[in-house]
């Protein structure tokens, strides 16, 4: 079993590609159905969360019972992610820096540490 410390996002990539390629399922990838079929699975991914407090929620991510469900969910939502950055051409790496950047003006650490405020009521 592969794991994050020994696949690249790289080598994730190209997994994917494949098992679409393989399936023929290109013709379905266009971004605007991809951002549906993530938002589909964020919905099954929040479901498994409803009525539970937020202690609760960390305790069911891990538990026997629902750990792998959550799991299975987050993939089906990070393989969605990531064909939707192959199909619209996106470097996710350079994505991810470029934002974390944004945000790192946006929330400075000493307006934004320890507060759950936007940016722009800081």
């Known amino acids: 079993m592969a794991h994050d410390s020994e696949t690249t996002l ?3 990539k190209q997994m994917i590609s494949q ?3 393989e399936r023929d399922w290109l013709q379905y990838h266009d971004p605007k159905n991809l951002v549906m079929a993530m938002m589909s699975e964020v919905g099954e991914l929040a479901d498994q969360f409803r009525w539970v ?3 609760e929620s960390r305790a069911l991510a891990i538990s026997p019972e629902h ?3 959550v799991s299975d969910e987050l ?3 990070m393989m969605f ?3 939707f950055a192959s199909v619209c ?3 996710i790496a350079s994505a991810i820096i470029t934002k974390l950047e944004k945000n790192a003006e946006r929330y400075p650490i000493e307006k934004a540490k320890g507060s759950s ?3 722009d009521r800081l």
Request: charged share 40%; proline share 0%.
């Open 81 to 83: 992610a990531i064909e």
């Open 75 to 77: 993939a089906d939502i």
């Open 19 to 21: 098992f679409v390629e």
């Open 117 to 119: 405020k936007k940016y």
């Open 10 to 12: 790289s080598e994730a």
């Open 53 to 55: 407090s937020n202690t």
């Open 89 to 91: 051409d996106i470097d």
């Open 67 to 69: 750990a792998e469900e």
